[in-house]
Nanobody, 127 residues
Framework: QVQLVESGGGLVQPGGSLSLSCAASGFTLDYYAMGWFPQAPGKEREWVSCINSGVSNTYYADSVKGRFTISRDNAKNTVYLQMNSLKPEDTAVYYC????????????????????WGQGTQVTVSS
């Protein structure tokens, strides 16, 4: 059974940091591009970052560039999102997603390109 489970969310003050994890089971992460998609209340889901399979090139939305870092540990079948210098507007439920690319092509910023999704983890940035 394919499953993605996010963890690491919580309440943090502006300027603080959180590290999110997305643990995959039921498939081998090596061949999958992974993305992170936050959704704030009343807003559409957006894309903030993705990482290719294979050479693991990374990509970021302008809103998080320089603050967020995506990485993967294929041995642990886990993808991470390190979030620094958090702002109140980063508040959202963060979902990870996976799509099989087998090292080909660039990971996408459109959620419809992804096949598997986790249940999300809440990130709240507030003083």
């Amino acid at each position: 059974q394919v499953q993605l489970v996010e963890s690491g969310g919580g309440l943090v003050q502006p300027g603080g940091s959180l590290s999110l994890s997305c643990a995959a089971s039921g498939f081998t992460l090596d061949y999958y591009a992974m993305g992170w998609f936050p959704q704030a209340p009343g807003k559409e889901r957006e894309w903030v970052s993705c990482i290719n399979s294979g050479v693991s090139n990374t990509y970021y939305a302008d809103s998080v560039k320089g603050r967020f870092t995506i990485s993967r540990d294929n041995a642990k079948n886990t993808v991470y999102l390190q979030m620094n210098s958090l702002k109140p507007e980063d508040t959202a439920v963060y979902y990870c997603a996976a799509v099989a690319t087998y090292g080909l092509g660039k990971c996408g910023s459109n959620g419809y390109e992804y096949d598997y999704w986790g249940q999300g983890t809440q990130v709240t940035v507030s003083s």
